[in-house]
């Protein structure tokens, strides 16, 4: 269990403001964050600066690290702790190392030297910063510490999000590139009807005969777009910002949109399993490493990313509790794939569940890997049937009345 300690927030930096002399003798004015002013002068002093003037200016905000510094952080001590350098070193030689970087890591990095030269366990100053690492992250690093094998977690944990920002990178790759190509297409298509299809107007009033239905459509289409056009935009963009401020502040408008975007066609697919791989690699790792099932799932609650998987799991630890089968509890979730609970539901009686739930999340991958591939396959040929479809059809539309009025002449 978690010491008291890890519960309280990492203690507050201060901003300092201050004035020195280098080596050559030359005045040096700058800022920086630490923790007191003792630290702030030797931080100082390592880079040859005699302080003359040292001020605090409050406390500094909180740092911040994104996906792949913490990544970066985790691979690093691993390969440091392999080497047999003890952790309290390996945090001060990080920090330092990375002092020069723009991200909060050096600072995350110092917080944890400190804590763990405290005496505070490593998983529990990790705990402290819980932005940065989650409590499937800290739930590994404890069972590593228990074991005594610290450096193999770290590394295993460094393997599983490297994986996990590889096919995050390949779903956003496959979505994104049809979307934009289609939001692209349906610009060119706006531009076309507010500011060219008028022009061809013009020219249909001088021939004073009855139009082609197809032109006659482009061009009410034209008429509502020049004068729908602005409140249109208008009303998506405020569409767009509230709907950003209902799934950050409310959790059933955060489920409902997770659950729906688990049913839209080929895309949903791809995602569901995308998650189910995640929950069963996570699941997998800490039954691997010696959590008891019931205990693993407290560190599941953002393991997938999506919150309606997320719900699911709070459900299947209730159902647990209450003394029912995984594999019963994941189908009654009614979010899992059945190639999925199915083998849950083989290991369970074999007693296998750990190895089969890392198989499982091996396969899942594998099947992302190939949704990925025959999304992009069939996106190429849907966007030029789009695009052609879009453009094509105003263009026609719009030459119908001079090739027939060419052919009457």
């Given at each position: 269990m978690s010491t008291p300690a890890a519960h309280r927030p990492a203690s507050t930096d201060t901003r300092f403001r201050w004035h020195g002399v280098d080596a050559d003798g030359g005045h040096r004015t700058g800022a920086l964050i630490a923790p007191d002013a003792s630290t702030a002068r030797a931080l100082l002093k390592r880079d040859n600066l005699f302080v003359v003037d040292l001020k605090a200016q409050g406390p500094a905000p909180r740092p911040k690290a994104n996906a792949a510094d913490v990544t970066l952080?985790?691979?690093?001590?691993?390969?440091?702790?392999?080497?047999?350098?003890?952790?309290?070193?390996?945090?001060?030689?990080?920090?330092?190392?990375?002092?020069?970087?723009?991200?909060?890591?050096?600072?995350?990095?110092?917080?944890?030297?400190?804590?763990?030269?405290?005496?505070?366990?490593?998983?529990?100053?990790?705990?402290?910063?819980?932005?940065?690492?989650?409590?499937?992250?800290?739930?590994l690093v404890e069972v590593g510490e228990a074991a005594g094998a610290l450096s193999a977690v770290l590394a295993r944990i460094a393997d599983d999000r490297e994986r996990a920002a590889a096919q995050r990178a390949k779903v956003r790759a496959a979505l994104t590139y049809p979307v934009v190509i289609l939001l692209l297409a349906l610009a060119i298509t706006a531009a076309l009807l507010v500011w060219v299809v008028p022009t061809f107007k013009q020219i249909f009033d001088g021939f004073g005969a009855r139009l082609p239905a197809p032109t006659q459509f482009v061009l009410a289409l034209s008429s509502g777009a020049a004068q729908w056009s602005v409140p249109a935009i208008a009303v998506i963009v405020a569409t767009y910002f509230a709907a950003t401020?209902?799934?950050?502040?409310?959790?059933?408008?955060?489920?409902?949109?997770?659950?729906?975007?688990?049913?839209?066609?080929?895309?949903?697919?791809?995602?569901?399993?995308?998650?189910?791989?995640?929950?069963?690699?996570a699941l997998g790792t800490l039954l691997s490493a010696g959590t008891p099932l019931a205990d693993a799932f407290d560190s599941l609650t953002h393991a997938t990313g999506n919150a309606f998987f997320d719900r699911a799991t709070v459900d299947i630890a209730a159902r647990l509790r209450r003394g029912e089968r995984l594999a019963a509890a994941m189908r009654s979730a009614s979010c899992f794939p059945q190639e999925v609970v199915q083998p849950v539901a083989v290991a369970e009686e074999s007693g296998a569940l750990d190895t089969m739930l890392l198989d499982v999340a091996s396969l899942a991958d594998r099947q992302v890997d190939e949704k990925i591939g025959t999304l992009s396959s069939l996106c190429e040929p849907l966007v030029i049937v789009v695009l052609g479809a879009l453009v094509g059809g105003l263009v026609i539309a719009m030459y119908l009345p001079i090739i027939q009025l060419g052919n009457v002449v």
């Open positions: 952080f985790t691979r690093q001590l691993a390969s440091l702790l392999r080497a047999g350098l003890p952790l309290a070193p390996a945090l001060d030689l990080l920090g330092k190392a990375q002092s020069s970087r723009r991200s909060g890591i050096p600072r995350i990095v110092g917080a944890l030297a400190r804590d763990i030269t405290a005496g505070l366990r490593f998983s529990a100053a990790l705990q402290r910063h819980p932005l940065q690492f989650n409590a499937l992250y800290c739930q401020f209902l799934l950050r502040r409310s959790e059933t408008a955060r489920i409902r949109f997770a659950r729906l975007s688990l049913k839209m066609p080929v895309a949903g697919s791809l995602l569901a399993t995308l998650c189910a791989a995640r929950w069963s690699r």
